[in-house]
């Protein structure tokens, strides 16, 4: 799976964001908090990770409202996924990952782990 480009990511982290579909005018004004862009350019991005199938989107008046067809969850998870199929020792790897987790991050992980092995006795 291909990671984001800079542009690419910024533009879905603004559409993450946002609780309801955005237009190209929205994720504008929220880039433009951190860089110098242009509108065509948002635009052109938007349009290929539609193509990309990462966004979908409707006709509302004239303009396109856009929203992301997978969470931030499951397009880390993705990443997280490919290196560790490239990793001979997927274990070790994800230890070291652990290891480097803050105190209350691990703990919320723990709970989550308890929670699908719960999951797992009832099937």
Avoid: C, H
């Amino acid at each position: 799976m291909p990671r984001f480009g800079e542009l690419e990511a910024a533009i879905m982290r603004a559409v993450w964001a946002s609780p309801t579909p955005v237009r190209v005018r929205d994720v504008l004004e929220a880039l433009r908090k951190e860089r110098d862009v242009a509108f065509t350019t948002v635009q052109t991005v938007m349009e290929i990770l539609f193509r990309k199938d990462w966004l979908d989107r409707a006709k509302q008046g004239r303009a396109y409202v856009y929203w992301a067809t997978a969470s931030q969850e499951d397009y880390a998870t993705a990443l997280v996924e490919e290196a560790l199929e490239s990793a001979p020792d997927q274990a070790a790897v994800l230890s070291r990952l652990v290891e480097r987790m803050p105190d209350d991050e691990r703990a919320g992980l723990r709970a989550a782990l308890d929670e699908a092995k719960n999951r797992e006795g009832l099937t």
